[in-house]
């Protein structure tokens, strides 16, 4: 058996509502759909790196602050 090692904690709903933003605005920024950042927002999805890292630099936030892994890591 794989291991899938430690869980990946999103913050993004958070960072979203603190800012006043919507899902739908950071899918136009990235052109992607309104589901992809819709399933990162719930966990059945994580985004690539370089899309992590343009959501960072769209919410001025390191990317850490976004996902982080939940063991504290």
Same mark, same amino acid.
């Given at each position: 058996m794989i291991d899938p090692g430690p869980a990946v904690?999103?913050? =993004?709903?958070?960072? =979203?509502?603190?800012r006043h933003m919507?899902?739908?605005s950071v899918a136009h920024h &990235?052109?992607?759909?309104?589901?992809v950042v819709s399933d990162w927002c719930c966990g059945r999805a994580?985004?690539? =790196?370089a899309s992590a890292?343009?959501?960072?630099?769209h &919410?001025?936030?390191?990317?850490?602050?976004?996902?982080? &892994?939940?063991d504290g890591g």
């Open positions: 904690e999103c913050r =993004l709903p958070a960072i =979203l509502r603190d919507t899902q739908r &990235l052109r992607v759909g309104d589901q994580h985004p690539r =790196l890292l343009q959501v960072a630099r &919410l001025d936030v390191p990317v850490e602050e976004i996902w982080a &892994l939940e």
